[in-house]
Nanobody, 127 residues
């Protein structure tokens, strides 16, 4: 069983930066693929970024060049560095984990393929 706890959300002005953290418990963190999703009010949960067990990274087009996903296996933690944030980045951000592997974009960008989730952390970007 893997437990995930997000932190680092808050209120930030447009153009600013924020770093989210997701601390995991359980064994063999380095063997898991990790991802960030987000959900805005009235919208479906959407893929943001993914890092696999080989440290390959992938991003949604909407955040490419602004957000960076990384992981520290020694700390069992995955991060999302958010730069140049926009009001449309406002959402609850969720950390998710799945068994390690190299998958297609469709597979790793689909929320249903992640069995483990955190409780979410709110990010609000003011204009």
């Amino acid at each position: 069983q893997v437990q995930l706890v997000e932190s680092g959300g808050g209120l930030v002005q447009a153009g600013g930066s924020l770093r989210l953290s997701c601390k995991t418990s359980g064994r063999a963190f380095s063997n898991y693929n990790m991802a960030w999703f987000r959900q805005a009010p009235g919208k479906e949960r959407e893929f943001v970024a993914h890092i696999n067990w080989r440290d390959n990274v992938y991003y949604a087009d909407s955040v490419k060049g602004r957000f960076t996903i990384s992981r520290d296996n020694a700390k069992n933690t995955v991060y999302l560095q958010m730069n140049s944030v926009k009001p449309e980045d406002t959402a609850v951000y969720y950390c998710a984990a799945q068994s390690g592997g190299v998958y297609t974009y469709f597979y790793y960008s689909t929320a249903d393929n992640y069995p483990y989730w955190g409780q979410g952390t709110q990010v609000t970007v003011s204009s």
